[in-house]
């Protein structure tokens, strides 16, 4: 009988945690509360890598969990605070379809992602190739966060939370991606906040909302 190494069993509870956290984000209705599960999300991602990192000996991974931790756990969480106090935006977040429906299409997307995965990851050689399912899982919850949302910032979380599922999987298929890839997309990601937080001040000044349905008004003028 084959046992599964103890740093096999940390990497595959940090990956269930995350795609935990990624149900959490998708039920959660208060702005301030998905902003901390992103960060959480992110924290367990740094947490995730470091354990890869150290049983795999890819010392580019520690770079990756370093720079994963303060970019996703401490400096755009931050940046997403400073947002929802300056915009004074409301605790609710409003969804296109309630909370039981789209746990119930999340469950689904999970199902799909995990037989979807399965095919791949037999291929893979590496010591994560069981949480590709949990990291596609991952992304395509994300992405349905995204798109039941009517408020920017949630929609903006699914995508930076979307990001996370994508470096899960490539740690999870290849032990990651080059560094100078990974700081490329940290700096990419991180421009891109900084213009969104400047386009919701303009959205906001316009419409004294955050509900980008409003934005249909444009079509018209």
Do not use: C
């Not at 269930?16 to 992110?42: E, K, P, T």
Request: proline share 3%.
């Amino acid at each position: 009988m084959n046992t599964i190494p103890l740093s096999a069993q940390l990497i595959n509870l940090f990956a269930s945690v995350i795609l935990l956290l990624a149900f959490a984000m998708l039920a959660q209705r208060r702005v301030l509360q998905l902003v901390n599960l992103f960060a959480l999300q992110g924290a367990t991602l740094s947490v995730s890598t470091l354990v890869v990192a150290f049983t795999t000996s890819q010392h580019h991974l520690y770079y990756s969990a370093g720079l994963t931790l303060i970019l996703k756990a401490i400096l755009l969480p931050w940046i997403l605070h400073r947002l929802v106090r300056r915009l004074h935006v409301k605790s609710d977040v409003e969804s296109l379809i309630n909370v039981p429906t789209t746990m119930m299409f999340g469950i689904v997307l999970v199902i799909i992602a995990f037989n979807v995965a399965l095919p791949i990851s037999q291929l893979s050689s590496t010591i994560t190739r069981g949480t590709l399912g949990i990291a596609l899982a991952t992304v395509m919850l994300a992405f349905l966060m995204m798109i039941t949302r009517t408020k920017a910032i949630p929609q903006v979380v699914g995508f930076l939370a979307m990001e996370n599922g994508l470096f899960l999987a490539a740690t999870s298929a290849t032990y990651g991606m080059p560094m100078v890839v990974e700081l490329g997309i940290a700096l990419d990601v991180l421009v891109g906040a900084i213009i969104l937080g400047v386009f919701f001040f303009q959205i906001r000044e316009q419409f004294d909302s955050l509900d980008i349905r409003h934005m249909e008004r444009l079509k018209d003028s």
